[in-house]
């Protein structure tokens, strides 16, 4: 069953630094772009950064400098490693397989001030 799996929230101070991985199937991640969501209590999903299956990326303009969006084709993983994490980096982060239209579970990071 091809799907994505999720892993590495949780709950950090502001300043701290969090590693999202989301392992996918191989017949989705070889050739799909893959990108990281987010959504927090009562706003709309929106993308935070993504990723095309040449390595090319981009990011919301608020997480720029900050986060960075990587794959690793041996191991079918996309990750997200987020550094000085703020208070309103606080949601659930979705993983999306662009072109086959597949979501994650979610998975919450939630940052204290």
């Known amino acids: 069953q091809v799907q994505l799996v999720e892993s590495g929230g949780g709950l950090v101070q502001a300043g701290g630094s969090l590693r999202l991985s989301c392992a996918a199937s191989?017949?989705?991640?070889?050739?799909?772009?893959m990108g990281w969501y987010r959504q927090a209590p009562g706003k709309q999903r929106e993308l935070v950064a993504r990723?095309?299956?040449?390595?090319?990326?981009n990011y919301a303009d608020s997480v720029k400098g900050r986060f960075t969006i990587s794959r690793d084709s041996a191991k079918n993983t996309v990750y997200l490693q987020m550094n000085s994490l703020k208070p309103e980096d606080t949601a659930v982060y979705y993983c999306?397989?662009?072109?086959?239209?597949?979501w994650g579970q979610g998975t919450q990071v939630t940052v204290s001030s």
């Open positions: 999306n397989a662009e072109t086959a239209g597949l």
């Open positions: 191989g017949s989705i991640f070889s050739s799909d772009a």
């Open positions: 990723i095309t299956s040449r390595g090319r990326t």
